[in-house]
């Protein structure tokens, strides 16, 4: 009987473990590529004042904070129970949620997934994007961030302890949204260090 941990279940686990480690890591909001307030400027301009967002992965809550700040109804979650635990310290109230099984809330308008895909496979990656083709209204919206690359690893990076990383190629994010009916509407690379990012705002065609 295999007895080693599934991705899923040990990414989770080493979050949990070392949470924070990954906060402190953090502190500065540029995973997933440049600062926050960048990141929700450069999804800003594909979104209507007010509209409805889900951020999958949300961690601390720092970036949901900042898009209620902006007027926009934001509803913020992680599978992580330490994390959920940092959100309700800052006053937010978080959903639970495991993006890769779990069924998506709705109304949304728009899907905030910063740094997510770096832990789903390009497998798991084309079945939350079909999932999120059913949830989302014809105009809605994605933004999505990954670390350009090619193929999978166990590492820790710069972070201080492993997880399981899967890395993509703009074209083989640009043909997943294509094949889950969205359209590319723009994409850019953010150097952080030695990481590339790449960004994607995407919406349903």
Not at 31 to 40: A, C, M, S, V
Request: charged content about 20%; proline content about 5%.
């Amino acid at each position: 009987m295999n007895t080693q941990n599934t991705p899923q279940d040990f990414n989770q686990s080493q979050y949990e473990q070392h949470t924070a480690t990954y906060l402190e890591s953090n502190s500065n909001g540029r995973i997933g590529g440049e600062t926050p307030e960048n990141r929700i400027a450069y999804l800003g301009e594909y979104i209507k004042p007010g509209a409805r967002i889900l951020e999958i992965g949300s961690g601390n809550g720092r970036d949901a904070i900042i898009f209620a700040s902006k007027g926009y109804t934001v509803t913020p979650s992680d599978y992580v129970d330490s994390f959920l635990d940092e959100m309700r310290k800052a006053g937010l109230h978080p959903l639970k949620l495991d993006a890769k099984h779990d069924d998506l809330p709705i109304p949304q308008d728009c899907i905030y997934a910063n740094a997510l895909f770096v832990h789903f496979s390009p497998e798991e990656s084309a079945a939350f994007l079909q999932k999120a083709h059913t949830i989302l209204p014809p105009d809605g919206v994605i933004f999505m961030s990954m670390i350009q690359g090619e193929g999978y690893a166990r590492t820790a990076r710069t972070r201080g302890f492993e997880r399981d990383f899967y890395y993509y190629s703009l074209q083989q994010i640009d043909s997943i949204l294509k094949d889950a009916g969205f359209s590319v509407l723009q994409s850019q690379e953010i150097i952080e260090g030695s990481t590339v990012w790449i960004q994607v705002v995407a919406q349903v065609s």
